[in-house]
């Protein structure tokens, strides 16, 4: 099982609103920025959203970020059918002696 | 821009060492400032972290692989490596290569990921 916790699967239609969940702790989220990934079926993952809420350039406003204690959110507005990917969180955890960056299980976003 | 490309064997028999390296075009490694990861996900299943290494040579890795893995890199040729030993079907993945900011654990760019098998 993966630390953070994601939702394995969420849907909307097109042009609708979505949000993805991603739960963890206070050795992760709770005290480390999350970062959010797109990845398209076949290709790697892509930055979308880094230090909890910040836009890589290139990245358009329909994606956002939050978090608010032990737990991120990802946002997507304006659904498209190009967007219809895995999602994946991302941070750092030091629940061990030895900290480790650690990811979420994935949320696969469909479009209806 | 910055680009990372993965490249090594993809098929591996069990007990054997992996090897994979990243070749960076672009940009320098040895120019400081990121950290450059190996990443892995097996078929179907989410992302793994492996470990990084800093242009001056410091690693860093993941506890659960920490006795297997070893990453390093060669500011001559602007590439770093990996090498995992003992390998077993469970180290069946696509394997990912990608940079990030020191002092971050964000990801930004990704190489375009290699399949690499364990099978005799």
């Known amino acids: 099982q993966s630390v953070l916790t994601q939702p394995p699967s969420v849907s909307a239609a097109p042009g609708q609103k979505v949000t993805i969940s991603c739960s963890g702790s206070?050795?992760?989220?709770?005290?480390?920025?999350v970062s959010w990934y797109q990845q398209l079926p076949g290709t790697a993952p892509k930055l979308l959203i880094y230090?909890?809420?910040k836009r890589p350039s290139g990245i358009p406003d329909r994606f956002s970020g939050s978090k608010s204690g032990t737990s991120a959110t990802l946002g997507i507005t304006g659904l498209q059918t190009g967007d219809e990917a895995d999602y994946y969180c991302?941070?750092?955890?030091?629940?061990?002696?030895?900290?480790?960056?650690?990811f979420g299980g994935g949320t696969k976003l469909t479009v209806l | 821009q910055l680009q990372l490309q993965e490249s090594g064997s993809g098929l591996v028999k069990p007990s054997q060492t992996l090897s994979l390296t990243c070749a960076v075009s672009?940009?320098?490694?040895?120019?400081?400032?990121?950290?450059w990861s190996w990443i892995r996900q097996p078929p179907g299943k989410g992302l793994e972290w492996i470990g990084y290494?800093?242009?001056?040579?410091?690693?860093y890795y993941n506890p659960s692989l920490k006795s297997r893995v070893t990453i390093s890199v060669d500011r001559s040729k602007n590439q770093f490596s990996l090498k995992l030993s003992s390998v077993t079907a469970a180290d069946t993945a696509v394997y990912y290569c990608?940079?990030?900011?020191?002092?971050?654990?964000?990801?930004?760019?990704w190489g375009q990921g290699t399949l690499v098998t364990v099978s005799s």
């Open positions: 990608a940079r990030a900011p020191t002092v971050t654990n964000w990801f930004d760019p």
């Open positions: 672009g940009g320098s490694i040895s120019s400081g400032g990121y950290s």
């Open positions: 290494i800093y242009h001056s040579g410091s690693t």
């Open positions: 206070s050795s992760n989220i709770g005290n480390n920025y």
């Open positions: 230090d909890n809420n």
């Open positions: 991302g941070t750092w955890d030091s629940s061990l002696s030895a900290g480790e960056v650690v």
